[in-house]
DNA sequence: CGCTTATTTCGAAATCCGTCGAAATACGGG
DNA sequence: CCCGTATTTCGACGGATTTCGAAATAAGCG
């Protein structure tokens, strides 16, 4: 995968983890997302963009604000691509030899 | 589990990444994981106990050298706490309250 | 066009991370 | 003991990352 190294990057940061987290629950405004957090906007919006380069979400503009979305293709590729890399058991699957 | 982050934290690094790839093939003592990278032992080292310190991975010394071993316990944990901590269930539920 | 709100970009400071060479430690064998 | 091999620790350097405030952009509204 191309991005693999953006993509773990980006899960290095805890901000970044917890973001995901809340847009599992569905989209949120950047603005929405910010105040969850008690850093600066520019720090928030810097946080987006290492997680949309990664290709782990995506933005869609509506009105003034922007909202974002986990796009959970990406993460399923490369979790089940680091399962099979190290030889792993897939966890969705409990089968067992 | 004991330290989400620094398991994301020793993930981040390509060098770290697959040395965990050549150690699910079996124990590897430090010299022959050092010899398959172009990089000095004291920086395998540190890659080494960034791994150990995130409970990647086990050592054991045996004479003069030391034998490293996956430890899939935590990453198993770790990446189907992230999978469902997500929501990487595949019908996706949209929008919130 | 000016005004307000929402978000991003820019530039700079502080901190973190990966790498190195030199020195230190650990072991086994003369 | 001292020597040789294997590995780790130390101290430092350079580059990346995180954070901020200030300024810039975007969009709707009168």
Redesign the pocket.
């Known amino acids: 995968m191309k991005n693999f190294d953006l993509v773990f ?1 980006a899960l ?2 805890p ?2 983890r917890e973001v995901l987290r809340m847009l599992s629950g569905g989209e949120r ?4 997302l ?1 105040d969850a957090f ?13 997680l949309k380069e990664a290709g782990l979400v995506r ?1 869609r ?8 979305a986990l796009d959970t293709t990406v993460l399923e590729d490369v979790l089940a691509r680091l399962w099979d890399h190290l030889g792993l058991k897939d966890p969705r699957k409990e089968d067992r030899p």
């Open positions: 990057k290095a940061d901000t970044r405004t950047a603005g929405e910010s008690e850093l600066g906007r520019p720090s928030m919006s810097h946080h987006f963009a290492v933005s503009r509506e009105g003034t604000q922007v909202y974002y």
